[in-house]
């Protein structure tokens, strides 16, 4: 079992930044990707970037050159740097864990960000 818990989420302007961070704990062996996923009201999940235990990133292209994701594997945490955020980001941000054996999915409870015009 892994445990993910959010923080960083609210609400900020046009422009602005944020910092997301999420931290794994429980019961598991490694991890082996972990990342963001976001979702707004009527719409699917979708990926926003992804980081694996080697260094290798997806990221979205709608959030490409504004967002950085990176890792502290040793602590099982990751980050999501925002920056130069749009009103279109305003959404609930979900972390998310892929672990080494079985690659099982986990998914934190989401925090929400909010990005006024």
């Known amino acids: 079992q892994v445990h993910l818990v959010e923080s960083g989420g609210g609400l900020v302007q046009a422009g602005g930044s944020l910092r997301l961070s999420c931290s794994a704990s429980?019961?598991?062996?490694?991890?082996?990707?972990m990342g963001w996923y976001r979702q707004t009201p009527g719409k699917q999940r979708e990926l926003v970037a992804t980081?694996?235990?080697?260094?290798?990133?997806n990221i979205a292209d709608s959030v490409k050159g504004r967002f950085t994701i990176s890792r502290e594997t040793d602590k099982n945490t990751v980050y999501l740097e925002m920056n130069s955020l749009k009103p279109e980001d305003t959404a609930v941000y979900y972390c998310?864990?892929?672990?080494?054996?079985?690659?099982?999915?986990?998914w934190g409870n989401g925090t929400l960000v909010t990005v006024s015009s």
């Open positions: 998310y864990a892929r672990t080494t054996w079985r690659a099982v999915d986990y």
């Open positions: 429980g019961s598991f062996f490694s991890i082996n990707a």
């Open positions: 980081i694996t235990r080697r260094g290798n990133t």
